[in-house]
């Protein structure tokens, strides 16, 4: 199932609302997930640490051959970002992320825009908003473990990384994105594809750091070079 249709689905019945906020069962979505796309998989960015004490978890999932991220904040049950926060906290925080990465892919995505009921066209689908510059860089946990990294020959080669408010975070999701789609890559082109589908995205990126964009080109020519010596 493409997007087209896995944002059709109704997921009234796996969700529950807490302080007005709605949330979707994450172990339903994870099989919605797989039920559509036995491939699809996913894994948890860095997260990130403010100055005080308040932390900011990010989910990758990649499904039908597209990478997307999503983040939220640890919060306590007023939905306000916890101080310090436990790993139970966390691991809420990270499942809530899953299903909201999830979402991006169509499932249940129409809940995010406070609808009831899923969209029936085109017109009616909520709109992302568009990637923009966050301001400030905030300090990186160092105790997560890298992405986990899979083989394939996937065909969209397109990437969506959601806002932030931190630079470093958005920038860390899009580099684990770019990573998955790298190690997806599996011909010379797709690599050429995956920047060319992906411009704006990376232009964004060179304009926030100009460091960060040239360690990611030497990513991918090292990448076109590892592919074009194995044709």
Not at 44 to 53: K, L
Not at 69 to 91: C, G, H
């Amino acid at each position: 199932m493409d997007y087209k249709e896995l944002r059709k689905i109704d997921v009234s019945k796996y969700t529950e609302k807490k302080n007005n906020l709605t949330y979707l069962s994450w172990a339903w979505a994870v099989d919605q997930l797989l039920l559509a796309d036995p491939k699809a998989h996913w894994f948890y960015p860095e997260y990130q640490r403010w100055g005080n004490g308040t932390v900011m978890v990010f989910c990758t999932v990649v499904a039908n051959d597209i990478a997307r991220t999503a983040q939220l904040p640890v919060m306590d049950y007023r939905n306000k970002p916890i101080a310090e926060p436990d790993s139970f906290a966390v691991n809420t925080a990270m499942q809530r992320a899953l299903a909201k990465a999830i979402a991006l892919h169509g499932i249940g995505l129409y809940i995010y825009n406070g609808e009831d009921l899923p969209p029936d066209t085109e017109e009616d689908m909520p709109k992302i908003a568009n990637i923009s510059a966050p301001p400030k860089a905030v300090e990186k946990a160092k105790d997560i473990p890298a992405p986990t990294k899979t083989a394939g020959k996937p065909g969209a080669w397109q990437l969506t990384v959601m806002d932030t408010n931190d630079a470093k975070g958005w920038l860390e999701s899009l580099k684990a994105g770019v990573d998955t789609l790298l190690a997806l890559a599996v011909h010379p082109d797709d690599v050429a594809n995956i920047f060319k589908n992906n411009r704006v995205v990376f232009d964004k990126a060179k304009a926030m750091d100009e460091k960060f964009y040239s360690e990611m080109m030497v990513s991918f020519s090292k990448t076109k070079e590892s592919l074009t010596k194995g044709k």
